[in-house]
């Protein structure tokens, strides 16, 4: 590789947990940090690539140089990623996007009342089965997981669902893996099978898959 070997190509990058109003004060989100999704534009704006970070509220201070969005909810998310999808050549999705968002935003603070209460919820688009849908050939496009169990079962499974390159799952309750830390052990799959990467900082495991991603970009345009 040469230390630009993502020059002139463009790469979507969102990163963190989305945030699913209930009411003006409340929310619905997860412990997502959003440190993988920073440390992929990092990564892939050092080796030469034009990005773009759609991130939810997280408390990282985002690389200079790369176009930043921010946003709260899935669907936020959803409407951003729809309205630059098409120029990318590489696509990773990052984010912990909510599955579930609250029914109803209530306009004012919900007040206690009874002992127990009900929260409907509705299920979010999902984004990146959107994307696997609508992607054009030469588009890449990467999806993230975290199990609790059956780590590669689900996630191979969800990498053809969703008609993904590559899928990076994550061993979530491995020491030195997951949410808040720094560094990650991941499982890389991809239609061919699957590799599984030894502990390692975030910024080394962002490095290792746009550099996998790179290669499979340049197979699938010979
Ligand atoms: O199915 P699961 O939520 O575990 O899939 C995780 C992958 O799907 C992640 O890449 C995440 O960003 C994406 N996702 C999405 N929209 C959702 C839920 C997950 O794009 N509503």
Redesign the pocket.
Same mark, same amino acid.
């Given at each position: 590789y040469s230390d630009h070997y993502l020059k002139g190509k463009k790469v979507l990058i969102?990163a963190g947990p989305t945030e699913e109003a209930i009411d003006p004060v409340r929310f619905i989100t997860n412990h997502s940090s959003g440190k993988m999704g920073y440390a992929l534009a990092k990564m892939a704006k050092r080796a030469g690539a034009e990005v773009t970070l759609i991130s939810g509220p997280v408390s990282l201070t985002p690389p200079f140089d790369v176009h930043k969005i921010f946003i709260h909810s899935?669907k936020e998310? /959803?409407k951003e990623v729809q309205t630059c999808y098409q120029d990318q050549d590489m696509i990773? #999705?990052?984010?912990?996007?909510?599955?579930y968002a609250s029914v109803k935003i209530a306009d004012q603070k919900i007040k206690k009342r009874d002992q127990k209460m009900q929260l409907e919820l509705i299920?979010?688009?999902?984004?990146?089965?959107? /994307?696997g849908e609508h992607k054009e050939n030469h588009q890449i496009l990467?999806?993230?997981? #975290?199990?609790t169990e059956h780590l590669l079962e689900?996630a191979a499974a969800?990498c053809e669902k969703?008609h993904?390159d590559m899928?990076a799952a994550n061993h979530l309750l491995t020491p030195g893996a997951g949410f808040q830390s720094d560094t990650n052990i991941m499982t890389l799959i991809t239609p061919e099978g699957y590799e599984e990467l030894p502990l390692m900082s975030k910024d080394a495991v962002a490095e290792e898959i746009l550099k996998r991603l790179y290669r499979i970009s340049q197979k699938s345009t010979r």
């Open positions: 969102t899935a998310l /959803l990773l #999705m990052a984010a912990a996007v909510a599955d299920k979010n688009p999902d984004i990146l089965a959107w /994307l990467c999806g993230f997981a #975290m199990e689900n969800k969703k993904c899928l």
